[in-house]
């Protein structure tokens, strides 16, 4: 190509707070902030799915109020038992009756998962004891061929295909070995699910390297098979979603409704197969016409000037990750 054709790529910074309007274009609108904001109908479509790490730091009854359907992976169904179990000392003022462990119980019996799914062999026989006799239903999948999370991530997928696939999940016999990826790929065959559903993931991101980046594999996967599917990995210190190819309206309420600080930290992390065209407005450190590449450039510390929004519009799928903060409130909410 010559000199001339091609266009000129910058980065301009940003004062630290700027009014960004959503773009006339047709374009992606994420608001990846949803389940902090409460509101009585905010948790219509919106899943959570609970995966087999510590949940310390994580406002678990906030998400899960903002959310209608629960699931657990495996191992994942423990770390919902144990959070309730660290808990009890914050809840120390119900104990004066009971002993702690009711005091507990009381509380965990709030919080019991529709669906417990996967190969079972990280959970213990207590939890699968106690979530059973609460109504849960366990779906073994013994396939050693799929991960325990892509297994939650079918079922949250036949919960929500059709009223007649999700009676299946809840009532039929499931075979136990590979059943669940079976059934919603017959579904599926018809026709690809086609309203948005939210799906937030505990404990996918951090910790074992393997399964990490097998989560951001699924992440770009799923998004090619199921564009409807929208996935949001949260951890103690980040958010993290796809940017899709296009332009993308990242909107939220304010900055302090995820973060205290004025310019809360943020990444565009080129982790797929491709290179990506990004063009940005919002952000602390705008780009334009900014080849990013695993093996070139990467945003990382880059940070949201946008007072509530920033447009990022990419040439392909794009990692983003946003800095957050549990437990702030926006008094404004
Ligand atoms: N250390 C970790 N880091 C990231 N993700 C994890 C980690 N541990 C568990 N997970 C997630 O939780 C899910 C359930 O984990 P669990 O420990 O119950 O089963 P596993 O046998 O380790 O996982 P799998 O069967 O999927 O290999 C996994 O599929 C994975 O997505
Ligand atoms: C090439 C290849 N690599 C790894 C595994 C192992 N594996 C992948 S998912 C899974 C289930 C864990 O619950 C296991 C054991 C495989 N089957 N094929």
Redesign the pocket.
Request: glycine share 10%; no cysteine.
């Given at each position: 190509m010559s000199k001339a054709k091609k266009l000129e790529s910058e980065v301009v910074e940003s004062p630290d707070d700027i009014q960004i309007p959503a773009p006339d274009l047709a374009h992606t609108l994420i608001r990846p902030f949803e389940f902090l904001v409460n509101s009585r109908d905010n948790c219509h479509r919106n899943a959570l799915v609970i995966l087999n790490q510590s949940l310390t730091g994580i406002d678990v009854p906030r998400l899960w109020s903002n959310t209608e359907l629960h699931v657990c992976a495996?191992g994942g169904a423990n770390q919902l038992y144990d959070y309730f179990e660290a808990d009890t000392k914050s809840h120390s003022h119900l104990a004066t009756e009971q002993t702690s462990e009711q005091a507990s119980d009381l509380i965990r019996q709030q919080y019991i998962p529709q669906f417990i799914v996967?190969?079972l062999?990280s959970l213990r026989d207590d939890v699968r004891d106690y979530y059973e006799r609460k109504g849960a239903r366990i779906i073994p999948q013994y396939?050693?061929?799929?991960?325990?999370f892509s297994k939650a991530i079918a079922t949250v997928r036949l919960y929500y295909y059709s009223e007649a696939s999700r009676q299946v999940l809840v009532n039929d016999s499931i075979d136990t070995n590979n059943g669940l990826a079976e059934i919603i790929e017959k579904y599926e065959a018809g026709s690809k699910q086609e309203q948005t559903v939210r799906i937030y993931i505990l404990s996918g991101i951090g910790g074992r390297f393997d399964q990490t980046i097998h989560s951001i594999s699924q992440l770009y996967i799923l998004n090619q098979s199921h564009p409807f599917l929208q996935h949001f990995f949260i951890t103690t210190s980040d958010l993290i979603f796809l940017l899709k190819k296009g332009v993308n309206y990242v909107a939220y309420p304010s900055k302090t409704t995820f973060h205290s600080a004025q310019v809360p930290t943020c990444g565009l992390l080129p982790l797929g197969n491709s290179k990506v065209m990004i063009s940005s407005h919002g952000l602390k450190y705008d780009v334009r016409n900014w080849e990013s590449e695993m093996l070139g450039n990467v945003s990382s510390s880059n940070g949201i000037s946008g007072v509530d929004g920033v447009v990022v519009e990419v040439s392909g799928p794009l990692v983003m990750n946003i800095e957050i903060e549990h437990g702030v409130e926006d008094s404004k909410l």
């Open positions: 495996d996967g190969d062999d396939t050693q061929y799929s991960t325990d």
